[in-house]
């Protein structure tokens, strides 16, 4: 029941936060006036600004108070990383849905926009994953670090900062596969051709081969959850 009344409260000043009744820097009133408006005990009301601080709403300062959050992408990025760790296995899918989408476009902006330290740092990935066989820790970093050098190389501060904040989920998962050595040298593979569309500068190739990666990955996870 504290539970759902606290969600109630959430919607209601997340509401007044979305249509500018509450606006960046201003000072959330203090818990006894919110106990008062909504009927709540303390205990609820400070559930719900714990849930307001998870979705990036909200900022506390000790001794101050809350105040509603200034926009940036640093909050995007928490609000983004609190429901990829905290969702449900089931909803892994529409994560990956999601970073097909995003990367797909990464891909294709970092083959424009991606400048020779980019390039190298992908290579320096490509190199580690090939001599990570068999060690899916190390592989599954290096995985990651390829992914992330290519949003960054994207240009788009957006596209990176919301990958970035899916990394640990994305490092969670990797560590799950059970990959023999023919899924190494496919991953490998996939990876490269990325790799070389970029370098190429081809961005539709880049597009492409990241799709089919991450499409593969994708049917990979459905596989083994489905074992």
């Not at 969600?7 to 960046?24: F, Q």
């Not at 992914?147 to 490092?171: C, D, F, M, P, Q």
Request: hydrophobic content about 35%; overall charge negative; glycine content about 6%.
């Amino acid at each position: 029941m504290k539970t759902q009344r606290s969600s109630e409260i959430v919607n209601a000043l997340e509401r007044e936060i979305m249509d500018g009744s509450l606006t960046p820097g201003e000072r959330l009133p203090s818990e006894e006036k919110l106990c008062a408006r909504f009927e709540a005990s303390r205990t609820v009301i400070r559930e719900a600004i714990q849930q307001l601080r998870g979705r990036g709403l909200l900022r506390t300062l000790k001794g101050s108070g809350s105040y509603i959050a200034d926009p940036s992408l640093e909050n995007l990025a928490g609000a983004i990383q609190t429901y990829s760790v905290l969702t449900h296995s089931d909803s892994y899918l529409e994560l990956m849905d999601f970073r097909i989408l995003l990367e797909t476009e990464c891909a294709r902006l970092a083959a424009i926009n991606a400048g020779e330290r980019i390039i190298d740092m992908m290579q320096r990935a490509q190199d580690k994953m090939e001599n990570s066989r068999g060690n899916l820790k190390r592989f599954g970093e290096a995985d990651i670090a390829f992914h992330l050098a290519i949003a960054a190389g994207s240009k788009h501060n957006l596209y990176a900062t919301v990958l970035s904040a899916l990394e640990k989920r994305s490092i969670e998962y990797a560590h799950l596969n059970r990959g023999d050595s023919h899924w190494y040298d496919s991953v490998i593979e996939t990876h490269r051709q990325i790799f070389n569309a970029i370098k190429e500068g081809d961005s539709e190739a880049a597009a492409t081969s990241m799709k089919r990666h991450l499409i593969l990955s994708r049917r990979h996870y459905v596989d083994l959850e489905n074992d």
